[in-house]
């Protein structure tokens, strides 16, 4: 299992970034995915999950109508697109397979998301 996410950076408050997660070792196509992000010093927490078919989506209170997931089977990649950032978003941003449990043990490196006031 391999997923290797890109994308983050350091944007000013009310910006946007796209983060993108592309997977491989596992059936993608088949699998509902998720985006995890991690604050210094706190646990991995879940920001939004899709079905594997795309047609059901979950986020985190603190990111609805702000976040949107999505995902391209063909590509074997998932994306978070995050619009109206807040430095509150500020944290190290994760893929997994699952729709609440990550399914996996390995994560990848991550992509450092930072927000400033």
């Known amino acids: 299992v391999q997923v290797v996410e890109s994308g983050g950076g350091l944007v000013q408050s009310g910006g946007s970034l796209r983060l993108s997660c592309a997977a491989s070792?596992?059936?993608?196509?088949?699998?509902?995915m998720s985006w995890h992000r991690q604050f210094p010093g706190k646990e991995r927490e879940l920001v939004a999950a899709?079905?594997?078919?795309?047609?059901?989506?979950k986020y985190a209170e603190s990111v609805k109508g702000r976040f949107t997931i999505s995902r391209d089977n063909a590509k074997n990649t998932v994306y978070l697109q995050m619009n109206s950032l807040i430095p509150e978003d500020t944290a190290v941003y994760y893929c997994?397979?699952?729709?609440?449990?990550?399914?996996?043990?390995?994560w990848g490196q991550g992509t450092q998301v930072t927000v400033s006031s």
């Open positions: 997994n397979a699952g729709w609440t449990t990550p399914l996996y043990d390995h």
């Open positions: 070792g596992f059936t993608f196509r088949w699998s509902s």
């Open positions: 899709i079905t594997w078919a795309g047609d059901s989506t």
